[in-house]
């Protein structure tokens, strides 16, 4: 339960400080397109910091269900894959981490449906 709950904390605070640099820093370096590239990132990033927040108290609640975890670690390799790779994206015009960013959001979607199929189970 800890580590998602350290996990969502840092990673809510490394979405507000990546906002911010993007709103203040970022405004005059990079095109609009590029922009609203990184600020996606900046969403995605914050929605799942707080699912990792939600599942740190979710298996408080409920500490037998199973998938939670994987879901919990899902959801962690998605802001890894999909924000980081938008970022660099972004920040770097290559686009070699384009692909990556499907990968990503797979991640996302993987990791709702196993927390969803594990609270499932606890009902």
């Known amino acids: 339960m800890k580590v998602f709950a350290i996990l969502g904390a840092i ?6 400080i990546l906002g911010a640099f ?3 820093g970022l405004q005059h370096k990079l095109s609009a397109e590029s922009l609203n590239v990184y600020q996606i990132g900046v969403q995605y990033h914050l929605y799942h ?3 990792l927040l939600m599942v740190a108290v ?3 609640v ?9 879901g919990g670690w899902l959801l962690f390799s998605g802001i890894v894959l999909f924000s980081g790779s938008l970022y660099a994206l972004a920040l770097t015009g ?4 384009g692909p ?3 990968v990503g959001g797979a991640c996302f979607i993987i990791g709702w449906i196993w927390i969803f199929w594990s609270m499932l189970r606890e009902f």
């Open 49 to 51: 910091a707080l699912g």
């Open 62 to 70: 409920y500490p037998n269900a199973k998938g939670l975890r994987p």
């Open 58 to 60: 979710l298996l408080k």
């Open 100 to 102: 990556v960013t499907p």
């Open 94 to 97: 290559i686009k070699f981490f």
């Open 11 to 16: 990673n809510m605070a490394l979405g507000v």
């Open 22 to 24: 993007g709103a203040h």
